[in-house]
């Protein structure tokens, strides 16, 4: 494992949703390179994590550092350009555009990300939609067109939140496949995740979060030992 400073350090962090408290000072380490699954039942706060990362949810206090800024000061409209870009899990594909006209949008921020022609050699089933408006794809050719989307842009971390969810399996193992294409280039992934035989595919390590905290964190090699608390925090 990489042990030099982490890509991305979360310390403390607190979140509130009005005065519901989300987060409960959840710590959290990503390096450069590694998928980084977050693990947890419905309504335990992953999804909070990635939108407070990402600066969407603005009540909230502690520390995030990436690539040696400081997230708590960098506002939203400015987070992919300091090299952070977020998949929510309704995607948020332009419906009435075409898929081409889709991944011709996004802003370059940076350089690295990847030409069109690549984005098709990566996903063929969006190739041969390229003329489609997003209406007419499927959930699991949405998805694809929202991962592909964010990696034109160049950033260097992408949260990724429930990418399999409601998806066919076919999907599913090709996301999963992509996953793994995007680790051998050098991407670094944070995914919200809760079917953990997907993200065993893809994860380098876990991190294991109920009501708002982090209980649990290990590596991949670990997980067949982890299984019977898993399923306990997961509800299997």
């Known amino acids: ?18 005065e519901g ?5 959840i710590d959290l380490d990503i390096h450069q390179g590694e ?44 987070a992919a350009h300091a090299g952070i870009g977020f998949v929510p899990e309704e995607r948020g594909i332009f419906a009435t555009l075409s898929v081409d006209e889709n991944l011709s949008l996004p802003p370059v921020v940076a ?15 969006l190739k041969e939609r ?14 694809m067109l929202a991962i592909a989307r964010i990696l034109r842009t160049g950033v260097k971390l992408i949260l990724l939140d429930e990418p399999t969810e409601g998806l066919a399996p076919v999907i599913i193992q090709r996301i999963g496949e992509v996953l793994v294409t995007l680790k051998q280039r050098g991407m670094t992934v944070l995914l919200v995740e809760q079917n953990f035989r997907f993200a065993s ?11 708002g905290k982090v209980i649990d964190n290990f590596p991949v090699n670990e997980l067949p030992g982890r299984m019977t608390m898993l399923n306990e925090a997961l509800g299997v």
Do not use: C
């Open 1 to 18: 494992m990489n042990m030099s400073e982490p890509l991305l350090s979360v310390r403390n962090l607190n979140a509130w949703y009005g």
């Open 21 to 25: 408290h989300a987060l409960h000072g």
């Open 35 to 78: 998928t980084v699954t977050l693990l947890g039942r419905n309504g335990v706060g992953k999804t909070t994590t990635l939108r407070s990362i990402m600066g969407i949810i603005r009540k909230r206090t502690g520390t995030i550092t990436f690539d040696g800024n400081d997230m708590m000061r960098v506002p939203l409209h400015r």
């Open 111 to 125: 350089k690295g990300g990847m030409s069109i022609e690549e984005i098709y050699d990566l996903f063929p089933n």
């Open 130 to 143: 390229r003329n489609s408006p997003g209406t007419k794809l499927s959930g699991g050719e949405q998805q």
């Open 201 to 211: 595919k893809v994860a380098d390590r876990f991190y294991v979060i109920d009501h």
